[in-house]
């Protein structure tokens, strides 16, 4: 069973960088045809989401166009962690973050992560 | 691609049929998925390939549809099932990909 975690700072002051750490169990980073991801959903609005990007096993990266310049997604595969880091932060990105994999591309999410609410705020 | 649920809140007796709608704003096959979230919980598969149960998920669970049309049946309602239901396409990327979703109550 493959298990995902998010862990980060939960209040990220304006115009600072978000980090997160998605750390994999019972799976490999560095294995297999899979596409770990990070997805977001906004809380005030109507529960609405967006996807932010992903890291694929084999290398690749790509992002949402929307978020193109200010998002990083970044691998330790000696740790199997995959990492977020969104800059310019704005009250705009106050969100739930969640990591999840994919095993094509497109594709459903068929595993997340509990996800971490961070807050955007002085 | 927008992809709108409805109703936005279901409420159901125990025991009864619960029926969720998703649409599609253009055709996406057969390349929809359902979910449950409970609150502070990760979100669930459900539903794959519009009718393929994920692993574990219990039989009272269904999907049907293709194209622009689908649905996620509940034949029998049980308490555990309260939680709020998404669909998500996978046919086209970047994505609007997510509905908003059908919380599904008891009556």
């Known amino acids: 069973q493959v298990q995902l975690q998010e862990s980060g700072p939960g209040l990220v002051k304006p115009s600072q960088t978000l980090s997160l750490t998605c750390t994999v169990a019972g799976g490999s980073v560095n294995s297999g045809d899979h596409y770990w991801n990070w997805v977001r959903q906004y809380p005030g609005k109507g529960l609405e989401w967006e996807w932010i990007g992903y890291i694929y096993s084999r290398g690749s990266i790509y992002y949402n166009p929307s978020l193109q310049g200010r998002v990083t997604i970044s691998v330790d595969r000696s740790k199997n962690q995959f990492f977020l880091n969104l800059t310019s932060m704005t009250a705009a990105d106050t969100a739930v973050y969640y990591c999840?994999?994919?095993?094509?591309?497109?594709?459903?999410?068929?595993?997340w992560g509990q996800g971490t609410l961070v807050t955007v705020s002085s | 691609i927008v992809m709108t649920q409805s109703p936005a809140t279901l409420s159901v007796s125990p025991g009864e049929r619960a029926t969720l709608s998703c649409r599609a704003s253009q055709g996406v096959g057969s390349n929809l998925a359902w979910f449950q979230q409970k609150p502070g919980q990760a979100p669930r598969l459900l539903i794959y390939g519009a009718s393929t149960r994920a692993t574990g998920i219990p039989a009272r669970f269904s999907g049907s549809g293709s194209g622009t049309e689908f649905t996620l049946t509940i034949s029998s309602l049980q308490s555990e099932d309260v939680a709020v239901y998404y669909c998500?396409?996978?046919?086209?990327?970047?994505?609007?990909?997510f509905g908003q979703g059908t919380k599904v109550e008891i009556k």
């Open positions: 998500q396409q996978y046919n086209n990327w970047p994505p609007e990909m």
């Open positions: 999840a994999r994919t095993t094509e591309w497109p594709s459903y999410f068929d595993y």
